[in-house]
């Protein structure tokens, strides 16, 4: 039986000159065509790992992207606001109640599903993986390297499988695409 495995993508490129869009809200900036191309390549990838369901953030750059994936893999994303975009008017402890929140969630349904995908924001994304166990160190080579200070980058993708005990996590960069662009 394959361990629970979810998958954590940082929606693809969008078009951040579209500076009369808030990006913290519904609907954000979209994608770019880059973005598009990045996406399908994510799909590819998530294709070839099996995953049977797809989560997405409600805003535009990540729905579109999680649209884009899920064509390549033939099934329907879902929403979910649990894991838009951190709000400026948001602290860190009510956004790690809502991403956590539902992370709990998704590891109950992978287990019975299989490999599950988030589509979400680099925000977001940074706060699973740390309150996974990666520490801000740990991220920094990842934060360093890719825009905006996220750990991953535009359409980059962390892949989580369960270790053998409940609250271990084996956590790695998996795919970012220029290894496909």
Request: with cysteine; net charge negative; aromatic share 8%.
């Amino acid at each position: 039986m394959t361990p629970p495995t979810i998958y954590i993508a940082r929606h693809a490129s969008p078009d951040w000159s579209r500076t009369d869009i808030a990006y913290d809200r519904p609907p954000g900036p979209p994608l770019t065509t880059l973005g598009e191309k990045e996406a399908h390549a994510l799909g590819t990838y998530l294709h070839s790992c099996g995953v049977s369901l797809i989560y997405a953030s409600p805003l535009e750059r990540a729905w579109r992207t999680a649209e884009l994936v899920a064509e390549v893999i033939g099934i329907q994303p879902q929403v979910e606001d649990a894991i838009a975009e951190w709000r400026k008017d948001e602290t860190r402890d009510v956004v790690a109640e809502r991403v956590m929140g539902f992370w709990r969630r998704v590891v109950v349904e992978t287990k019975k599903s299989g490999p599950i995908c988030l589509v979400t924001h680099g925000g977001p994304m940074r706060l699973i993986l740390n309150r996974l166990g990666v520490t801000s160190e740990q991220l920094r080579p990842f934060t360093e390297r890719f825009d905006h200070n996220n750990p991953a980058p535009p359409a980059g993708l962390w892949c989580a499988i369960q270790a053998t005990t409940e609250d271990r996590w084996e956590l790695n960069l998996a795919f970012t695409p220029d290894q496909e662009t």
